[in-house]
């Protein structure tokens, strides 16, 4: 488990913000002791459950849960091999609650293992705490890159954030908004996963020129391996221009390096980086870009 259990994690995911102490060791022992029989929510405390009911996990529960479509997966457009047979409506509903919430993955990774709330709104068992990040990355590859998952992935959104939006205060969101983010997401976790690759090869063949890069470098991609990557959604255009600046650095420095020009990481970085900075309205790319292996890049980097 790539989170420890602990009382921070539970203090921070927001489910009683003024719960006292004696209240969040009862959120632990719901996690630790999997009790048998009965519903496990019934014993939280009163202000917790109180909590659950007014706010937007019993809407959820209760009025968006199960608004999908019968037979949304494999058959439609959605392939479920692609993301570890993690359901494709648990996805999706994950994807409009990241928007909702403004999170990480980080953060909704550990929202899905921890966080009563999520667990009440999408009906999970506690047992059902893992979301692998590499299910989540497959998942946006379909949305962005298939014709007939976006019409699915549209229809069902859009229905989920009609309902939810009013709820959540959020009314301009749509399910088109939302693909942009996802777009925007991976060109920046592709460009930063190739960015941390060339540096491992760098540093390996190639010591003296990698010691040589400004500090600044070392400090977000290697000693934060992943974090810089890891955004909201409303920060992925500004951060994706700060990592393009810094491919530009790259590709520029060594540019005449013969040797370090051999390196497929290198190439790589230059591919990638001159194919997002040819395009200059809005960071758009062709489709032929989420082509390019942006999943497999953020995956080999240690994301997933």
Not at 27 to 36: A, N, R
Not at 123 to 151: H, I, K, N, P
Not at 153 to 168: K, S, W, Y
Request: glycine residues 8%; hydrophobic residues 40%; proline residues 3%.
């Amino acid at each position: 488990m790539r989170h420890p259990v602990g009382l921070f994690t539970f203090k921070s995911s927001g489910i009683d913000s003024s719960a006292d102490l004696e209240d969040r060791l009862d959120f632990l022992t719901l996690f630790m002791e999997k009790g048998s029989g009965g519903d496990p929510l019934d014993r939280l405390p009163d202000r917790s459950r109180r909590y659950l009911q007014e706010t937007w996990p019993h809407f959820f529960r209760t009025q968006v849960l199960g608004m999908a479509p019968d037979g949304v997966g494999a058959s439609n457009g959605f392939s479920q091999e692609r993301s570890n047979d993690v359901s494709m409506i648990l996805l999706l509903s994950l994807s409009v609650l990241k928007e909702f919430l403004e999170l990480t993955d980080e953060e909704l990774e550990q929202a899905v293992r921890f966080d009563l709330r999520f667990h009440y709104a999408l009906g999970l068992d506690l047992d059902e705490t893992d979301l692998s990040l590499r299910a989540l990355y497959r998942f946006r590859e379909q949305v962005v890159s298939s014709s007939e998952a976006v019409l699915i992935f549209d229809t069902v959104a859009d229905r989920i954030i009609g309902q939810l939006g009013p709820e959540m205060g959020r009314s301009g969101l749509d399910a088109k908004g939302m693909r942009f983010n996802m777009k925007m997401q991976m060109r920046l976790g592709g460009l930063v996963g190739s960015i941390e690759a060339f540096l491992d090869a760098l540093e390996a063949e190639c010591p003296v020129g990698f010691n040589a890069l400004p500090a600044l470098i070392s400090e977000r991609y290697r000693r934060r391996s992943g974090a810089f990557a890891n955004v909201r959604p409303g920060q992925c255009r500004r951060q994706l221009d700060l990592v393009l600046n810094d491919a530009d650095m790259l590709t520029t420095r060594f540019a005449e390096d013969v040797a370090i020009n051999r390196f497929q990481s290198f190439k790589t970085l230059r591919r990638m980086q001159g194919e997002q900075s040819g395009l200059q309205v809005g960071f758009l790319l062709p489709d032929s870009f989420l082509g390019s292996g942006l999943t497999d890049i953020m995956i080999m980097s240690g994301r997933a």
